[in-house]
């Protein structure tokens, strides 16, 4: 299984504030990756598919970028509804696997 | 809109089968593929496998040998059958639409393993 590698795991970030997660593949996934937003109780909606195409109806302030085994997502400006916890996931080989989730507070 | 919504018992006992549905509206269950991810208490996300379009499916062989995923078209459902239940099975279990790329997901239902 591809493993991969969240960070960092938690962070605490003001309203306004840029926000930044990296995730590394422990091997090359091409650009097969997706960012999940989970908030408890509520499904959890994918942000970004294919590292850097957002998904229709998600802010422009979240972005992705990356190829290879290194990932980083953004948020340009943080808001009180994007508190969550954040999962990069590679869809490149089965079985699909997750990073262990940066949860932003 | 595609909406999933997940239901099931919401406590089994150990050793026991653990059985859950997934009700689908706004797309078909025969024109797409559909996956089951769970999330323990305090772990990650495990991806547990997928039905596909022709009603084949694949699962996370971490599991192998106790998961089946089926589908019943003309309930517009699939469901999730998980045998030999242990505690270590207790989690938030979602549905979804899509083999690799989970999108849209169900809310989840928690799944307790208990005597």
């Known amino acids: 299984d591809i493993h991969m590698t969240q960070s960092p795991s938690s962070l605490s970030a003001s309203i306004g504030d840029r926000v930044t997660i990296t995730c590394q593949a422990s091997q090359g996934i091409v650009s097969s990756l997706n960012w999940h937003q989970v908030k408890p109780g509520k499904a959890p909606k994918i942000i970004i598919s294919g590292a850097s195409h957002l998904e229709p109806g998600v802010p422009s302030r979240f972005s992705g970028r990356g190829g290879g085994t290194h990932f980083t997502f953004t948020i340009s400006s943080l808001q009180p509804e994007d508190i969550a916890t954040y999962y990069c996931q590679q869809s490149d080989n089965l079985p699909p696997t997750f990073g262990g989730g940066t949860r932003v507070e | 809109q595609v909406q999933l919504q997940e239901s099931g018992p919401g406590v089994v006992k150990p050793s026991e089968t653990l059985f859950l549905t997934c009700s689908v509206s706004?797309?078909?269950?025969?024109?797409?593929?559909w996956s089951w991810i769970r999330q323990s208490p305090g772990k990650g996300l495990e991806w547990i496998g997928y039905?596909?379009?022709?009603?084949?499916?694949n699962y996370n062989p971490s599991l192998w040998g106790r998961v089946t995923i089926s589908r019943d078209t003309s309930q517009n459902q699939f469901s999730l059958k998980l045998t030999s239940v242990t505690p270590a099975d207790t989690a938030v279990y979602y549905c979804?639409?899509?083999?690799?790329?989970?999108?849209?997901w169900g809310q989840g239902t928690l799944v307790r393993v208990s005597s």
């Open positions: 979804a639409r899509g083999k690799a790329t989970p999108g849209p």
């Open positions: 706004g797309n078909s269950v025969a024109s797409d593929y």
């Open positions: 039905i596909s379009l022709t009603g084949n499916a």
